[in-house]
Nanobody
Framework: QVRLLESGGGLVQPGGSLRLSCAIS????????VAWFRQAPGKEREFVAC??????VYSDSGKGRFTLSRDVAKNTVYLQMNSLKPEDTATYYC???????????????????WGQGTRVTVSS
């Protein structure tokens, strides 16, 4: 069984940085994709970034500010978030699935596994 455990959220001032972690246990199978989504209060859950194999895909809102990385030995994916803005305030979720086609990467309904989320608040 695949389990995803996020950590690293918190309160940060505008312009600050946070690094979120997603620890993965179990075998995702196939060609895995691991993604970050976020959900602000009253809004739909939206795609932030993902690993598809060795490649990375970013949302327009995260491009240039957010960076994905991973530690294979620890089976952990990281989301480094810099230059944070108040509009980045949300609960951030790690998600995983396998055998995605390119157009499916941003589709939250396509992901089979989800973590419990970690809250990020950007405020002065």
């Amino acid at each position: 069984q695949v389990r995803l455990l996020e950590s690293g959220g918190g309160l940060v001032q505008p312009g600050g940085s946070l690094r979120l972690s997603c620890a993965i246990s179990g075998e995702i199978g196939g060609t895995p994709t691991v993604a970050w989504f976020r959900q602000a209060p009253g809004k739909e859950r939206e795609f932030v970034a993902c690993f598809r194999g060795a490649n990375t895909v970013y949302s327009d809102s995260g491009k240039g500010r957010f960076t994905l990385s991973r530690d294979v030995a620890k089976n952990t994916v990281y989301l480094q978030m810099n230059s944070l803005k108040p509009e980045d305030t949300a609960t951030y979720y790690c998600a995983a699935g396998s055998n995605f086609r390119q157009p499916e990467l941003r589709d939250r309904g396509r992901y089979s596994y989800w973590g419990q989320g970690t809250r990020v608040t950007v405020s002065s």
